[in-house]
């Protein structure tokens, strides 16, 4: 089992960047396959990044170009830099982890462990 814990969220105007942090407990983060997801109000929880246990990386169409994932694993930590952040960014970040193999962008169900979960907030 592993514990996520996010962090690096806050408040910021559009065009500009925030970096994301999921810090795990246990085991290094490339021994789990693991996603960035996002909530809006209203709306579903969405796949945004994914990085598979051997390193590839899957991106929404929404964050291509924009969003880059990576992993420390001497940090047990996995990140999302987020520039030219836009309001329609807005959401609850989360990140999860699956010790199965997982390719491509997953859906929620695809992954056993979450983290709480960290504010971005774009404004216009």
């Known amino acids: 089992q592993v514990q996520l814990v996010e962090s690096g969220g806050g408040l910021v105007q559009a065009g500009g960047s925030l970096r994301l942090s999921c810090t795990a407990s246990?085991?290094?983060?490339?021994?789990?396959?693991m996603g960035w997801f996002r909530q809006a109000p209203g709306k579903e929880r969405e796949s945004v990044a994914a990085?598979?246990?051997?390193?590839?990386?899957y991106y929404a169409d929404s964050v291509k170009g924009r969003f880059t994932i990576s992993r420390d694993n001497a940090l047990r930590t996995l990140f999302l830099q987020m520039n030219s952040l836009k309001p329609e960014d807005t959401a609850v970040y989360h990140c999860?982890?699956?010790?199965?193999?997982?390719?491509?962008?997953?859906?929620?169900?695809?992954?056993?462990?979450w983290g709480q979960g960290t504010q971005v907030t774009v404004s216009s």
């Open positions: 246990g085991r290094t983060v490339s021994s789990y396959s």
């Open positions: 990085m598979a246990k051997i390193g590839n990386t």
């Open positions: 999860a982890a699956s010790p199965n193999i997982r390719l491509g962008l997953r859906r929620p169900d695809d992954y056993a462990y």
